[in-house]
Protein backbone atom coordinates (compact mmCIF):
# COMPACT_ATOMS: atom_id res chain seq x y z
CA UNK A 1 0.00 0.00 0.00
CA UNK A 2 0.96 3.22 -1.02
CA UNK A 3 2.57 5.83 1.58
CA UNK A 4 0.01 8.98 1.60
CA UNK A 5 0.14 10.44 5.10
CA UNK A 6 2.22 11.52 7.22
CA UNK A 7 2.43 12.45 11.23
CA UNK A 8 4.07 15.50 12.70
CA UNK A 9 4.37 15.33 16.48
CA UNK A 10 4.57 19.23 17.36
CA UNK A 11 3.25 19.38 20.84
CA UNK A 12 6.66 19.68 23.24
CA UNK A 13 7.87 22.17 25.10
CA UNK A 14 11.19 22.83 23.53
CA UNK A 15 12.95 23.19 26.99
CA UNK A 16 16.30 23.05 26.01
CA UNK A 17 15.57 26.28 23.69
CA UNK A 18 14.63 28.55 26.32
CA UNK A 19 14.21 31.17 27.08
CA UNK A 20 13.61 31.57 23.41
CA UNK A 21 10.76 28.41 23.36
CA UNK A 22 8.40 30.23 26.48
CA UNK A 23 6.00 32.01 23.89
CA UNK A 24 7.34 31.07 20.43
CA UNK A 25 6.92 27.25 19.05
CA UNK A 26 10.32 25.18 18.78
CA UNK A 27 9.21 24.66 15.46
CA UNK A 28 8.62 28.00 14.39
CA UNK A 29 12.60 28.92 15.15
CA UNK A 30 13.71 29.75 12.30
CA UNK A 31 17.11 28.20 10.59
CA UNK A 32 18.19 30.83 8.45
CA UNK A 33 15.08 32.38 6.77
CA UNK A 34 12.39 29.16 7.23
CA UNK A 35 11.24 27.71 10.39
CA UNK A 36 12.62 24.48 11.72
CA UNK A 37 9.31 22.43 10.41
CA UNK A 38 8.98 23.41 7.14
CA UNK A 39 12.31 22.17 6.12
CA UNK A 40 10.56 18.67 7.45
CA UNK A 41 6.90 19.44 5.70
CA UNK A 42 9.03 20.47 2.18
CA UNK A 43 10.45 16.42 2.51
CA UNK A 44 7.52 15.47 2.96
CA UNK A 45 5.75 17.07 0.31
CA UNK A 46 9.16 16.53 -1.68
CA UNK A 47 8.89 12.46 -1.15
CA UNK A 48 5.07 12.57 -2.60
CA UNK A 49 2.95 12.65 0.58
CA UNK A 50 -0.56 14.11 0.30
CA UNK A 51 -1.82 14.83 3.25
CA UNK A 52 -0.25 15.92 7.01
CA UNK A 53 -1.30 15.43 10.50
CA UNK A 54 0.10 18.33 12.80
CA UNK A 55 -0.18 16.75 16.22
CA UNK A 56 0.19 20.34 17.69
CA UNK A 57 -0.31 21.46 21.55
CA UNK A 58 -0.86 24.57 23.76
CA UNK A 59 0.86 27.98 22.09
CA UNK A 60 1.38 26.43 18.77
CA UNK A 61 -1.32 28.45 16.81
CA UNK A 62 2.01 30.25 15.12
CA UNK A 63 2.29 26.36 13.13
CA UNK A 64 -1.23 26.61 11.99
CA UNK A 65 -0.99 30.40 11.32
CA UNK A 66 2.19 29.65 9.56
CA UNK A 67 0.69 27.48 7.15
CA UNK A 68 -2.46 29.73 6.78
CA UNK A 69 -3.29 32.19 3.95
CA UNK A 70 -2.15 35.66 4.53
CA UNK A 71 -4.60 37.32 3.32
CA UNK A 72 -3.12 40.93 5.25
CA UNK A 73 0.13 40.01 4.12
CA UNK A 74 -0.87 38.59 0.27
CA UNK A 75 -2.40 42.23 -0.38
CA UNK A 76 0.42 44.23 0.74
CA UNK A 77 2.65 42.42 -1.23
CA UNK A 78 0.51 42.59 -4.28
CA UNK A 79 0.34 46.60 -3.19
CA UNK A 80 3.99 46.64 -3.65
CA UNK A 81 4.27 44.59 -7.03
CA UNK A 82 6.87 42.57 -4.73
CA UNK A 83 5.71 39.02 -6.59
CA UNK A 84 8.79 36.99 -5.73
CA UNK A 85 7.98 37.37 -1.79
CA UNK A 86 4.19 37.16 -2.80
CA UNK A 87 5.06 33.88 -4.27
CA UNK A 88 6.74 32.39 -1.73
CA UNK A 89 4.16 32.99 0.65
CA UNK A 90 1.43 31.95 -1.09
CA UNK A 91 3.98 28.61 -2.10
CA UNK A 92 4.05 27.94 1.82
CA UNK A 93 -0.12 27.79 2.57
CA UNK A 94 -0.83 25.52 -0.94
CA UNK A 95 2.05 23.19 -0.56
CA UNK A 96 -0.48 20.16 0.77
CA UNK A 97 -3.26 19.37 2.81
CA UNK A 98 -2.60 19.78 6.45
CA UNK A 99 -5.44 18.41 9.68
CA UNK A 100 -4.33 19.19 13.06
CA UNK A 101 -4.81 17.52 16.00
CA UNK A 102 -4.36 18.46 19.91
CA UNK A 103 -2.13 16.67 22.05
CA UNK A 104 -3.88 18.37 25.32
CA UNK A 105 -0.84 17.09 27.48
CA UNK A 106 2.49 16.35 26.64
CA UNK A 107 2.67 12.36 27.35
CA UNK A 108 5.74 11.08 25.22
CA UNK A 109 6.50 10.40 21.48
CA UNK A 110 4.27 7.76 21.40
CA UNK A 111 1.01 9.37 22.87
CA UNK A 112 1.86 12.08 20.16
CA UNK A 113 1.50 9.54 17.13
CA UNK A 114 -1.37 7.77 18.92
CA UNK A 115 -3.45 11.14 19.19
CA UNK A 116 -3.79 10.69 15.24
CA UNK A 117 -5.26 7.08 15.11
CA UNK A 118 -8.53 7.83 13.69
CA UNK A 119 -7.40 10.15 11.08
CA UNK A 120 -4.31 8.00 9.49
CA UNK A 121 -6.66 4.83 9.84
CA UNK A 122 -6.20 1.13 9.06
CA UNK A 123 -3.10 2.01 6.66
CA UNK A 124 0.45 2.68 6.65
CA UNK A 125 2.01 5.91 7.25
CA UNK A 126 5.33 8.17 8.07
CA UNK A 127 6.08 9.94 11.15
CA UNK A 128 8.76 12.91 10.52
CA UNK A 129 10.67 14.91 13.95
CA UNK A 130 11.03 18.63 13.25
CA UNK A 131 13.91 18.14 15.63
CA UNK A 132 15.90 16.41 12.88
CA UNK A 133 17.04 18.01 9.51
CA UNK A 134 17.84 16.08 6.77
CA UNK A 135 20.30 17.32 3.71
CA UNK A 136 20.40 14.74 1.22
CA UNK A 137 19.80 14.32 -2.58
CA UNK A 138 16.68 12.42 -2.67
CA UNK A 139 14.48 13.25 0.42
CA UNK A 140 15.31 10.93 3.44
CA UNK A 141 11.23 10.02 4.07
CA UNK A 142 11.06 9.36 -0.07
CA UNK A 143 14.11 7.13 0.69
CA UNK A 144 12.18 4.96 3.16
CA UNK A 145 9.11 4.64 1.33
CA UNK A 146 10.77 3.34 -1.32
CA UNK A 147 12.18 0.76 0.46
CA UNK A 148 8.77 0.23 2.09
CA UNK A 149 7.55 -0.79 -1.09
CA UNK A 150 9.91 -3.62 -1.55
CA UNK A 151 9.45 -5.07 2.13
CA UNK A 152 6.21 -4.00 3.53
CA UNK A 153 7.42 -3.53 7.07
CA UNK A 154 8.12 -0.83 9.68
CA UNK A 155 11.54 1.21 9.14
CA UNK A 156 13.10 3.28 11.17
CA UNK A 157 15.65 6.06 10.11
CA UNK A 158 19.19 5.10 11.76
CA UNK A 159 22.72 6.38 11.96
CA UNK A 160 25.43 5.52 14.27
CA UNK A 161 26.61 7.85 16.87
CA UNK A 162 29.40 8.28 19.56
CA UNK A 163 29.24 5.48 21.92
CA UNK A 164 28.88 8.39 25.01
CA UNK A 165 25.83 9.37 23.63
CA UNK A 166 23.70 6.27 23.02
CA UNK A 167 21.89 7.10 26.36
CA UNK A 168 20.07 9.93 24.07
CA UNK A 169 18.70 7.91 22.00
CA UNK A 170 16.66 4.99 21.25
CA UNK A 171 18.99 1.99 20.49
CA UNK A 172 18.40 -0.96 18.01
CA UNK A 173 20.02 -4.43 17.83
CA UNK A 174 21.03 -4.79 14.36
CA UNK A 175 21.61 -7.93 12.44
CA UNK A 176 22.60 -6.76 8.16
CA UNK A 177 19.54 -7.66 5.44
CA UNK A 178 21.46 -5.17 2.81
CA UNK A 179 22.85 -2.56 1.69
CA UNK A 180 22.34 0.49 4.40
CA UNK A 181 19.11 -1.89 5.58
CA UNK A 182 19.22 -4.15 8.86
CA UNK A 183 16.98 -6.47 10.75
CA UNK A 184 15.89 -5.27 14.23
CA UNK A 185 16.25 -7.80 16.80
CA UNK A 186 16.00 -5.37 19.36
CA UNK A 187 15.26 -1.99 20.71
CA UNK A 188 16.33 0.01 23.64
CA UNK A 189 15.08 3.59 25.01
CA UNK A 190 17.78 5.54 26.16
CA UNK A 191 20.14 2.83 27.52
CA UNK A 192 23.75 2.94 30.05
CA UNK A 193 26.65 2.98 27.62
CA UNK A 194 27.19 -0.56 29.03
CA UNK A 195 24.16 -2.00 28.09
CA UNK A 196 23.64 -0.43 24.77
CA UNK A 197 23.45 -3.75 22.28
CA UNK A 198 24.94 -1.19 19.43
CA UNK A 199 25.79 2.27 18.47
CA UNK A 200 23.12 2.49 16.09
CA UNK A 201 20.30 4.97 16.65
CA UNK A 202 17.05 5.66 15.65
CA UNK A 203 16.54 9.43 14.72
CA UNK A 204 13.42 10.82 13.52
CA UNK A 205 12.00 9.16 10.28
CA UNK A 206 9.67 6.56 10.41
CA UNK A 207 7.54 4.70 8.35
CA UNK A 208 5.21 2.60 10.57
CA UNK A 209 2.28 -0.03 10.19
CA UNK A 210 -1.34 0.50 11.57
CA UNK A 211 -1.08 -2.19 13.75
CA UNK A 212 1.58 0.31 16.09
CA UNK A 213 -1.67 2.24 17.07
CA UNK A 214 -3.14 -0.68 19.41
CA UNK A 215 0.37 -1.48 20.76
CA UNK A 216 0.58 2.33 21.71
CA UNK A 217 -2.50 2.23 23.88
CA UNK A 218 -0.92 -0.97 25.57
CA UNK A 219 2.28 0.73 25.95
CA UNK A 220 2.89 1.20 30.03
CA UNK A 221 3.75 4.75 30.53
CA UNK A 222 7.99 5.48 31.62
CA UNK A 223 9.20 6.76 35.14
CA UNK A 224 8.07 10.61 33.21
CA UNK A 225 4.42 9.38 32.81
CA UNK A 226 5.21 9.45 28.99
CA UNK A 227 4.28 6.41 26.32
CA UNK A 228 7.33 5.38 24.01
CA UNK A 229 7.35 4.96 20.46
CA UNK A 230 10.50 2.64 20.95
CA UNK A 231 8.75 0.68 23.51
CA UNK A 232 6.23 0.17 21.48
CA UNK A 233 8.05 -0.95 18.61
CA UNK A 234 9.15 -3.54 20.87
CA UNK A 235 5.84 -4.90 21.47
CA UNK A 236 5.57 -5.14 17.34
CA UNK A 237 8.96 -7.18 16.75
CA UNK A 238 6.55 -10.01 18.43
CA UNK A 239 4.65 -10.14 15.57
CA UNK A 240 6.23 -7.86 12.56
CA UNK A 241 10.05 -7.53 11.36
CA UNK A 242 11.21 -3.71 11.29
CA UNK A 243 14.09 -2.95 9.88
CA UNK A 244 16.59 -0.08 10.24
CA UNK A 245 17.46 2.18 7.38
CA UNK A 246 20.82 3.90 7.70
CA UNK A 247 19.68 6.43 5.33
CA UNK A 248 21.91 8.85 2.86
CA UNK A 249 22.55 12.31 3.70
CA UNK A 250 23.78 14.15 6.67
CA UNK A 251 21.60 15.15 9.54
CA UNK A 252 21.71 17.92 11.69
CA UNK A 253 20.64 17.72 15.60
CA UNK A 254 18.12 20.94 15.44
CA UNK A 255 16.65 20.43 18.59
CA UNK A 256 20.28 20.64 20.51
CA UNK A 257 21.50 24.30 20.62
CA UNK A 258 25.25 23.08 18.85
CA UNK A 259 23.58 21.11 16.51
CA UNK A 260 21.05 24.03 15.20
CA UNK A 261 23.94 26.70 14.89
CA UNK A 262 25.70 24.06 12.72
CA UNK A 263 22.56 23.95 10.88
CA UNK A 264 22.40 27.57 10.48
CA UNK A 265 25.78 28.09 9.25
CA UNK A 266 26.13 25.25 6.83
CA UNK A 267 22.44 26.35 5.66
CA UNK A 268 23.43 29.19 5.11
CA UNK A 269 27.20 28.34 3.25
CA UNK A 270 24.64 26.29 0.87
CA UNK A 271 22.88 29.27 -0.34
CA UNK A 272 23.50 30.79 -3.70
CA UNK A 273 22.40 34.07 -2.15
CA UNK A 274 24.53 34.09 0.85
CA UNK A 275 26.87 31.51 1.09
CA UNK A 276 29.88 33.28 -1.01
CA UNK A 277 29.39 36.32 1.42
CA UNK A 278 28.80 34.65 4.45
CA UNK A 279 32.10 31.73 3.68
CA UNK A 280 34.21 35.32 3.01
CA UNK A 281 32.71 36.79 7.01
CA UNK A 282 33.79 33.62 8.40
CA UNK A 283 36.88 33.52 6.90
CA UNK A 284 37.44 37.11 8.41
CA UNK A 285 36.61 36.03 11.97
CA UNK A 286 39.65 36.45 14.30
CA UNK A 287 39.19 33.00 16.31
Known amino acids: ?22 ASPKEMIPLVDKPLIQYVIEEAVASGIEDI ?26 AKRDYSRLKEVQKISNMVTLCYVRQKEALGLGHAILCAKDIVGN ?8 DDIIHSRKPCIKQMMDIYKKIQ ?33 DLIEKPKIGNAPSNMAIIGRYILTPEIFDLLEKTKPDRKGEIQLTNALKLLLKTQKIYGY ?15 LKATVEYALMRPDLGSEFRAYLKGLKL
Open 1 to 22: MKIRKAVFPAAGLGTRFLPATK
Open 53 to 78: ILVTGKDKRAIEDHFDTSFELEYVLK
Open 246 to 260: HFEGKRYDAGDKLGF
Open 123 to 130: EPFAVLLG
Open 153 to 185: SSIVAVEKVNKKEVHKYGIIKPKKSGERLWEIL
